[in-house]
């Protein structure tokens, strides 16, 4: 499906970044696998990729820094030829009760997740226009996939770092998509649910906790990484060619206000 397409995920050595990636590979995209820290599982992330006779590999850089986003980018252009799909998945929390949050938390967070999407869109952006469309390849010049949450939405409290991030993303997706799409790069975004990975593991991971959590999922069970890399496959693809500025959010229905179930 994505066949001679090259990919570009964040934070890729972990969680719903492994997944879109291994996911991506397995759909034909060549795959180049981001990490900050983590090289071990980065590099068997390239080599479960390469298992599918696409090329993979493991590219180190803090996604919160201009130049290693800079550089990563253009080491992409060298050694694959170009870019074609962005996922921005690197993401993270620093929560704390909203007195005691400090600034360092604060804007690590937005650091990470906000301006972290914004040079990598921006940096890949560049290439897209650069290149154009290329008909063989895709009917799209490029493909950014923003990772944002369900938190774009639902207010979150002891997290509002986090919350105002994902906020972030979605305006920013928005504005990018409309900005872009004359020059046939569709941006959109995924809002996850609650995925069963390391970001979240309190949770999930003790019988008590998932019985909490799936008070707030409708579809009564936990989201799986590979939920996500579906959503990301199918984004990217050409079948969703004319899909430019939506949100996707793959949530087992959390958004759908499940306390009004009964009642209200
Ligand atoms: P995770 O902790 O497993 O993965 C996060 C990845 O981002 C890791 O590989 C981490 O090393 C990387 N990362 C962190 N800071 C980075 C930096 N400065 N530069 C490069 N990489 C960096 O968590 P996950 O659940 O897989 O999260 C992936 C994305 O999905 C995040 O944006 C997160 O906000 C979002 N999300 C997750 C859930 C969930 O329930 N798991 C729900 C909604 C949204």
């Known amino acids: 499906m994505l066949q001679g397409q090259k990919a570009l995920v964040t934070g890729a050595n972990s969680g719903i970044g492994k997944a879109t990636a291994i996911g991506l590979g397995r759909a034909g995209a060549d795959v180049v696998v981001n990490y900050v820290a983590g090289r071990a599982e ?7 990729i390469s298992g599918f006779g696409v090329r993979a590999a493991a590219y180190e850089a803090d996604v919160s820094q201009e130049d290693q986003v800079a550089a990563m ?15 921005a998945n690197a993401g993270l929390q620093r929560d704390a009760p909203f007195t005691e949050m400090t600034v360092a938390q604060w804007q690590k967070v937005l650091d990470v997740n906000l301006t972290g999407q914004f040079l990598c869109a921006r940096e890949a952006t560049k290439e897209f226009l650069r290149r154009g469309v290329v008909p063989e390849v895709s009917r799209a010049a490029g493909k950014i996939i923003c990772m944002s949450s369900v938190h ?10 986090y919350a105002a991030s994902k906020g ?4 920013m997706m928005t504005t990018l998509a409309q900005e872009l799409a004359p020059h046939r790069i ?20 003790t019988p008590d906790a998932e019985k909490g959590l799936l008070q707030l999922i409708p579809y009564g069970r936990v ?5 996500i890399a579906h959503a990301a496959v199918g984004l990217a693809s050409d079948l969703m060619d004319y ?11 959390m958004t ?3 306390g009004f179930a009964a009642g209200g």
């Open 42 to 48: 980065a590099e068997q992330v390239v080599e479960e």
């Open 243 to 253: 899909v430019v500025g939506t949100t996707l959010y793959v949530d087992g229905g």
């Open 256 to 258: 759908l206000f499940p």
């Open 152 to 161: 774009q939405l639902i207010p979150w409290a002891g997290h509002v770092n």
């Open 168 to 171: 972030g993303v979605q305006m």
């Open 73 to 87: 980018i253009e080491r992409m252009v060298a050694e694959f030829g170009t870019i074609d799909i962005l996922v």
């Open 186 to 205: 569709r941006v959109n975004a995924i809002a996850p649910g609650a995925i069963r990975t390391p970001i979240n593991r309190s949770a999930w991971d």
């Open 223 to 227: 989201g799986d990484p590979e939920d």
